[in-house]
């Protein structure tokens, strides 16, 4: 009983409605703590320099820490850059944004498409297609890292078709692929069932009609479906484009950044400067985390504008 | 009749289209692709590391025969040889000193034969080297990892539950101002992960005394947007009735939460523990900075450790790999069902 | 109300993992092994307990990426063992506890590790004591002469050059169709040795770090080896940024003719590699100016972070006796930092004849190196120098710059990294 009465208690000093405030508080609490406060703290981390931990004894640089990461001679070659290894992150990341989303959300579609049809067993299939989801980045990568050496099964096969072993970790170009190939493959099954989810959600009658029209199955796909899909689709996108842009896990194991720096993204530049480097540079690590935080709210924002314009005009209807 | 034609259902036609043969060609494509390399993974784990090492890999695991043979202790690893002449013989192998090899016959151990290296091939039979698994055990202290994986997946999902339900409650259910700001507020924590903050964290969490500890990992991980956000769609839909009636018999508002809207918020709990279940037993980044002693390491912190350590200790780490995706798979197996329909159905809200 | 009890229960279990801080009595030593030193260390510590009732010695075996990456950030947090063996001795020198005043003889310490008392001390000229080497290393090559014997090539003689070596490795490989003929340690300490012996200089007349002809000689020859496929390509390319990647295990598991580690791997290889092959340390290769390795080792040391400093000097000035280090130098197969032990020479009882003809490669090879080998292990800031040349050579490695480029980015980043941990 002694919850209640403590609840009662708070109520005739808070009033009813007040009563929201108790309910959030732990929730805020902990926010505050472990999300708020770090941000701050970044921001002091950002705009000193030095390698010590306690942001207290740190000497105050102002905006040193941006400008030493901003600075390029040539900002058409990145060689010239000061952190250069900053810009290719920056680089390779939204390259890889573009490419893993796109392909992912474009596979997901196709599956999601496949598993709407009448097939046998659709549970099954679509527990094959979520379960990579489950498995943790270590797990995915350890897993991929082994099968892509140099004398691993993938070669094997290769050799066996008579063709040369390939370096695929050790050469930047495909190691890139791979990045992306592993991340489709550890996450798509995720976005494939949300989009299906917005297939089955369609009306039937719809279907029905079209058949009636004889239309054919191109046209129904683009003219019904493909449109009435378009705000889950769109969801799925920025989702997967705000994950896609925080990429570390994976590609942490599977190739730690290399070769040399063809994958490395901005978490593992963060991560490297911050925490790897035995000469840390918190400074520059929180310079680069506070510019990675903006874009990133820029995502969100343009995410939450689409939903409510979604929201809005199914509303509208 | 009817089993055919079940079988053969496609889009209102009674024979298969070719789009339908594309379809299940494209699944069974699918499960190759999502399903080959763990059965590769779950296979090679049974490989001792000799047999790791063959290029190229076979698909059972193989081991190296082995013999006792009269007259010595230890049984002698088996080899087939290609003598002088041409012929073949089984023979096994005494020792090496450089490029030879001394071997005999374990059917005549008293004459000893010297062959060069480069002439012999071993002999191998289908084994599962258990041992993989059992060294685990003995050499590394697995059951810490995975109780300390358990135990930060556990707290931390009844955690979450609870405090993310009780802002759901408190913002569904009330009116009061500044109710838009903590939404937002909330909202906002989506826009950093904690992948940008970690040193500052790193800190925070070291002045309040938790690093080394597994409350470290558990506490900042417990409050969730998308929990809030979540549980807060599935309230909004709680008739504001019952509460009303629980208010009018003088329930406190603990009492409203706990007993009223809880059990009925039951599905969404239910979607938010799987994907709390999922994220905790899968972090890495977190545990990574906040738990560096050993006997504090989660099954995913121990792997990445032996992974750098025992950089080409496969047979271990494989073994390891396996055993780290073991739960999750078990669970999965079970909850399949429940799983991809709640979150289709989170997915669509 | 119903009171739970199982999750009062779980909470009340997970308090006892809160933080294992250590008890009065009690100290924690973290350590890291290439061989068995941790095993052995814990069997010391507990015929030190035996000795000492009262005081418990924890001794934590931790991969050598923890001591390299986590343990410096632990105690920039003010956190951490009593006790940790590291080899960033003089990056880590501003947390080392001053044990001088708690030992009861001074010279235990003193005497026996006079002459590398210097790389330990925070300041030059600084007379206290902050623990002291547990080996004495060296780098250098080890080299798989059952290959050399398959492929009928002879090996180099002991003044061979890195071009004779390198000839000489690739005809092996190619006959015998191994993966690679070199690899070197992923480490910028390992990479200084043929540096210096291409003239690198490393410092100038001031005592200032500096990347000269000499070391772009180094570098571009070192990447030109891979380009060629001399070098086993997964070792330095397979990583990213500066992260620590060893050449031991493709060595032991038969992948490469000829590997750059050190002395420390000797025990190692006795355990692993046993009766697979037969392996060989060999002399430095020579270059236009030497032939030299690059001194060092990994050193107990005591940390400010310290809760029971008397129990910590207790426990350094047993490990650092004769007897206890003559075990620890025996049975772990290392050369000894302790100058008496060196002097009389130690019985490695364990060693088998491989073993045995390695250690006596190294011990002689003390003589070959360089004085500016010395100057660089002792210098502070000497990861400046390391970290980038790990990270710049491998993108020249992979064809993302030039080799000049590289050099010239690892002076501008020796730069950068030395001015802020001066800030």
Not at chain 1, 72 to 82: G, K, P, V
Not at chain 3, 199 to 204: R, V
């Given at each position: 009983m002694g919850i209640d009465s403590l609840f009662r208690a708070v109520q005739r000093r808070l009033g009813l409605q007040r009563m929201g405030w108790l309910f959030v508080t732990p929730n805020l609490l902990v926010f505050s703590v472990f999300c708020f406060l770090p941000i701050a703290i970044n921001v002091i981390y950002a705009t000193s320099g030095g390698v010590n931990l306690m942001p207290l004894q740190r000497p105050f640089t102002g905006l040193e820490n941006f400008q030493i990461l901003f600075e390029?001679?040539?900002?058409?070659?990145?060689?010239?850059?000061?952190k250069d290894v900053f810009w290719r992150a920056i680089w390779n990341t939204l390259t890889f944004s573009v490419l893993q989303v796109g392909l992912m959300v474009l596979f997901a579609l196709i599956t999601a498409l496949v598993l709407n049809r009448?097939?046998?067993g659709r549970g099954f299939w679509r527990g094959v297609f979520f379960y990579?989801?489950?498995?943790?980045p270590v797990v995915v990568a350890l897993i991929w890292k082994w099968l892509l050496q140099r004398q691993g099964v993938l070669n094997a096969g290769l050799v066996g078709l008579g063709w040369e072993p390939v370096e695929w970790l050790t050469q930047s170009g495909t190691a890139f692929f791979w990045t992306i190939f592993v991340s489709i493959w550890a996450h798509m099954g995720f976005y494939t069932l949300i989009l299906l989810a917005g297939l089955q959600a369609i009306p039937r009658d719809l279907y029905e009609a079209a058949a009636l029209d004889r239309a054919k199955p191109w046209r129904v796909l683009t003219r019904i479906t493909l449109p009435l899909l378009m705000p889950n689709l769109i969801v799925v996108l920025v989702l997967a484009a705000i994950r896609a842009v925080q990429i570390f896990d994976e590609v942490f194991v599977l190739t730690g950044g290399g070769p040399g720096s063809a994958t490395t993204f901005i978490v593992q530049f963060i991560y490297q400067t911050?925490?790897?480097?035995?000469?840390?540079l918190y400074g520059l690590a929180a310079a680069a985390s506070l510019a990675l935080a903006f874009c990133l709210m820029l995502l969100t924002l343009v995410q939450l504008r689409i939903s409510r314009a979604g929201q809005n005009e199914s509303r509208g209807e | 009749m009817r089993i055919l034609d079940f079988l053969l259902r496609t889009r209102g036609r009674q024979r298969l289209d070719w789009t339908d043969y594309l379809s299940y060609g494209y699944l069974l494509l699918g499960l190759f692709t999502l399903f080959a390399p763990v059965v590769w993974l779950i296979m090679s784990s049974f490989k001792t590391e000799a047999a790791l090492a063959?290029?190229?890999?076979?698909f059972l695991p193989y081991a190296q025969s082995t013999v006792t043979v009269t007259g010595f202790d230890k049984p002698l690893p088996l080899f087939e040889v290609t003598l002088e002449d041409g012929r073949r013989q089984t023979l096994a192998q005494v020792n090496r000193v450089g490029i030879m090899a001394t071997m005999v016959d374990p059917q005549s151990p008293d004459e000893r034969l010297r062959v060069n290296i480069a002439q012999r091939k071993p002999v191998e039979s289908v084994a599962f080297a258990w041992s993989n698994y059992t060294d685990l055990f003995q050499k590394f202290t697995f059951g810490t990892y995975l109780w300390n994986s358990v135990f930060i997946t556990v707290v931390a999902t009844l955690l979450t539950l609870l405090i993310n339900s009780m802002a759901a409650f408190g913002l569904s259910k009330y009116r009061f101002s500044g109710q838009r700001g903590v939404l937002l507020l909330i909202l906002s924590t989506?826009?950093?992960?904690?992948t940008i903050i970690l040193v500052p964290m790193f800190l925070v969490i070291n002045e309040i005394g938790?690093?080394?500890?597994l409350w470290g990992v558990i506490l900042p991980a417990i409050a969730t947007p998308t929990g809030v956000f979540l549980l807060r769609q599935y309230m909004?839909?709680?008739?504001?009735e019952l509460l009303e009636a629980a208010r009018m018999d003088h329930a406190s508002e603990w009492r409203i939460y706990w007993r009223i809207v809880l059990p009925l918020s039951a599905p969404a709990l239910a979607v938010l523990a799987i994907f709390s279940v999922m994220w905790r037993w899968n972090d890495f980044l977190l545990p990574l900075i906040v738990l560096s002693r050993n006997e504090q390491f989660t099954l995913q912190l121990a792997l990445n450790a032996f992974q750098g350590e025992?950089?080409?200790?496969?047979h271990y780490l494989l073994a390891m790999t396996v055993i780290t995706l073991l739960p999750v798979t078990i669970v999965f197996a079970f909850l399949q069902r429940h799983i991809t329909t709640g979150i289709a159905g989170a997915g669509v809200k | 109300m119903n009171r739970p009890t199982f999750p009062t229960l779980l909470i009340a279990a997970g308090f006892s993992w809160l933080g294992l801080s250590a008890q009065a009595g009690e100290i924690r030593v973290m350590c890291y092994q290439d061989g068995i030193e941790c095993e052995v260390t814990a069997e010391l510590a507990k015929r030190f307990e035996a000795q000492n009732p009262g005081t418990k010695v924890v001794v934590d075996t931790v991969p050598y990426k923890t001591i390299l990456e986590q343990l410096p950030v632990q105690l920039a947090a003010?956190?951490?063992?009593?006790i940790a063996r590291v080899t960033d001795l003089g990056g880590l020198s501003?947390?080392?506890?001053?044990i001088s005043k708690d030992l009861?003889?001074?010279?235990t310490l003193d005497e026996p590790f006079a002459a590398t008392a210097a790389w330990l001390a925070?300041?030059?000229?600084?007379?206290?004591?902050?623990g002291f080497m547990s080996q004495l290393t060296m780098t250098g090559p080890f080299v798989n002469k059952t290959l050399f014997e398959q492929a009928k090539v002879a090996m180099p003689g002991p003044k061979a050059t890195w071009d004779e070596w390198a000839e000489a490795t690739r005809k092996v490989a190619r006959a015998t169709q191994t993966k690679a003929a070199m690899a070197w340690d992923r480490s910028g300490h390992r990479f200084a040795g043929p540096a210096i012996s291409f003239?690198?200089?490393?410092?100038?007349a001031k005592g200032d770090p500096v990347i000269d002809a000499g070391y772009q000689n180094s570098v571009n020859k070192f990447v030109a080896w891979h380009k060629d496929g001399?070098?086993?390509?997964?070792?330095?390319?397979?990583?990213?940024?500066?992260t620590y990647a060893s050449s031991i295990d493709e060595f032991i598991n038969g992948n490469v003719v000829m590997v750059l580690a050190g002395s420390w791997q000797i025990g190692n290889l006795q355990k692993k590699v046993g009766q697979n092959f037969d392996w060989v340390a060999v002399p430095n290769p020579c270059g236009p100016a030497a032939c030299s390795g690059i001194p060092g080792g990994a050193a107990w040391v005591a940390l400010?972070?310290?809760?029971s400093p008397k129990e910590t000097a207790a426990f350094l000035e047993f490990m650092a006796s004769e007897p206890a280090y003559a075990e620890f130098t025996a049975r772990t197969n290392n050369i000894p930092a302790h100058a008496g032990l060196a002097k009389k020479?130690?019985?490695?009882?364990?060693?088998d004849a491989a073993s045995k003809a390695a250690l006596g490669v190294f011990g002689s090879g003390v003589a070959q190196l360089a004085p500016v080998a010395y100057r660089f292990q002792g210098y502070k800031f000497n990861r400046a120098i390391m970290l980038p040349t790990v990270t710049r050579v491998t993108q020249a490695i992979v064809g993302e710059m030039s080799p000049e480029d590289a050099v010239q980015k690892i002076n501008a980043d020796m730069q950068d990294a030395i001015k802020q941990a001066q800030k």
């Open positions: 390029c001679q040539n900002y058409a070659d990145l060689s010239t850059c000061r009448k097939i046998v990579p989801v489950l498995l943790s911050g925490f790897a480097e035995q000469i840390h | 063959q290029f190229p890999p076979s989506l826009m950093i992960p904690p938790l690093l080394n500890s909004l839909t709680i008739p504001d025992l950089n080409t200790q496969w | 003010g956190q951490g063992p009593d501003k947390y080392y506890l001053d009861k003889n001074r010279k925070p300041t030059p000229g600084d007379k206290g004591i902050y003239g690198a200089k490393l410092f100038d001399t070098m086993m390509r997964e070792v330095w390319a397979g990583s990213g940024g500066s400010k972070t310290s809760k020479g130690v019985n490695y009882t364990q060693a």
